[in-house]
Each structure stands twice: as C-alpha cells, then as structure tokens.
C-alpha cells in the first residue's frame, strides 16, 4: 500500500522560504519519477515540480520556475521541494505523488495521494 506523508508547510510572509519534504513507503522509490501538486482554495490541483529516478533531471512549472527546486533521496524515500521567493499565489495544499508524463501532462503515476501539507503565503 502506498504510503505519501508531507511535512513542512507553514505561513510565511511574501518574499520567505518554505521546505517541504515527503517520505514515501510502499513503492520501490527509486523507480519512479517523483513530483509536487498543489492545490489552492476553489482551484483544481496544478503540477508543480517533477524530478527523474536518480535525481538529474528535474521539472517545472512556469510558475515556480527559478523561485523553486526539487530534490530527493532514494535512500530515504524522500523527495524535497524547496520554495523560495514566495508570492501570495503559491498559497494551497502541496502534494507529493509518483508521477509520469501522459499525453502532454505530468499525473499521479498511481492514483495515491498523501493529507498534503498546507502552505500559506501572507502579503
């Protein structure tokens, strides 16, 4: 059974940084392409950030482009998104998911979704 647990959201002021981090269980981890969704107040749930089996090539949104990184560790199971320059925008629940590339569009690889981790951007 696939397991996504997210930590790390907080409020943080327009300008500051966040970290987020998601263990995964249940999966052979370092087999899949590992991403962030989010999902704001009255909003669907949007891709974020995508990162490739080991790590070397990694993914995102025009929106976070620049303001966000993506890192993981296969060893642990985690995957890590680090988010910087922080716009009221970015206010939502963040996700993490394995994920693929299908038709033109990154997707839940296996239709598992972790509580997600609230993130709140004041300005």
């Known amino acids: 059974q696939v397991q996504l647990v997210e930590s790390g959201g907080g409020l943080v002021q327009t300008g500051g940084s966040l970290r987020l981090s998601c263990t995964a269980s249940?999966?052979?981890?370092?087999?899949?392409?590992m991403g962030w969704f989010r999902q704001a107040p009255g909003k669907e749930r949007e891709f974020v950030a995508a990162?490739?089996?080991?790590?070397?090539?990694?993914y995102f949104a025009d929106s976070v482009k620049g303001r966000f990184t993506i890192s993981r560790d296969n060893a642990k199971n985690t995957v890590n998104l680090q988010m910087t320059s922080l716009k009221p925008e970015d206010t939502a629940v963040y996700y993490c998911?394995?994920?693929?590339?299908?038709?033109?569009?990154?997707?839940?690889?296996?239709?598992?979704w972790g509580q997600g981790t609230l993130v709140t951007v004041s300005s």
């Open positions: 998911a394995a994920v693929s590339w299908y038709n033109g569009h990154w997707r839940n690889a296996l239709d598992a």
């Open positions: 249940g999966i052979t981890f370092s087999s899949y392409i």
């Open positions: 990162i490739s089996w080991t790590g070397g090539i990694t």
